[in-house]
T-cell receptor, first 114, second 114 residues
């Protein structure tokens, strides 16, 4: 069975600082990994995904994530955040055995302060 | 443009009443999902459907019911048996069996019991 752990429930940072949102997963087979962003009172929007190949994945809004198989991690990073990045971020995992069902982490609230 | 439409955006219900949340997609996706979101608890799966006229319970199905009479539509009924229905409800869709595609989400319905 799959599971996802987002290690920080809240991450406060100052504008223009770098940020890392941490995600660890467990799965016994090859996985697909996703990061979604949710702005207040809206649905989730796909930021980026890892399917195979290069372990560094670039997404929208300047975010990137690195797949680390040995550490079973898929941390999300941005070198310089903006106020508009304030949102909740969800990590998710799926694999071929699960069909297309995603397992979500509990989310990380990123708050960017001026 | 293809997407998922949830309606209404806000819904108020008196205790003891059933209410139905609408979810329509024009992406030609086979699978559809309903999630409940409460602060600090991430996304919890209520029901999902892989094909028309078939659906399965998720992790918190008690007090909810669904139908899937058309591929495009997956309405969720919150019954009076649901003891704490106030929450944000998200509908999503995907291609079933293609785990690398991820989900497309609607913009959500916020249900409040008054």
């Amino acid at each position: 069975a799959q599971s996802v752990t987002q290690l920080d429930s809240q991450v406060p940072v100052f504008e223009e600082a770098p940020v890392e949102l941490r995600c660890n997963y467990s799965s016994s087979v090859s996985v697909y990994l996703f990061w979604y962003v949710q702005y207040p009172n809206q649905g989730l929007q796909l930021l980026l995904k890892y399917l195979s190949g290069s372990t560094l994945v670039k997404g929208i809004n300047g975010f990137e994530a690195e797949f680390n198989k040995s550490q079973t991690s898929f941390h999300l990073r941005k070198p310089s955040v903006h106020i508009s990045d304030t949102a909740e971020y969800f990590c998710a995992v799926s694999d071929r055995a699960s069909g297309s069902r995603l397992t979500f982490g509990e989310g990380t609230q990123l708050t960017v302060n001026p | 443009d293809g997407g998922i439409t949830q309606s209404p955006k806000y819904l108020f219900r008196k205790e003891g009443q059933n209410v139905t949340l609408s979810c329509e997609q024009n992406l030609n996706h086979d699978a559809m999902y309903w999630y409940r979101q409460d602060p600090g608890q991430g996304l919890r799966l209520i029901y999902y459907s892989q094909i028309v006229n078939d659906f399965q319970k998720g992790d918190i199905a008690e007090g909810y019911s669904v139908s899937r009479e058309k591929k495009e539509s997956f309405p969720l009924t919150v019954t009076s048996a649901q003891k704490n229905p106030t929450a944000f409800y998200l509908c999503a869709s995907s291609e079933w069996g293609l785990a690398n595609y991820g989900y497309t989400f609607g913009s959500g319905t916020r249900l409040t019991v008054v």
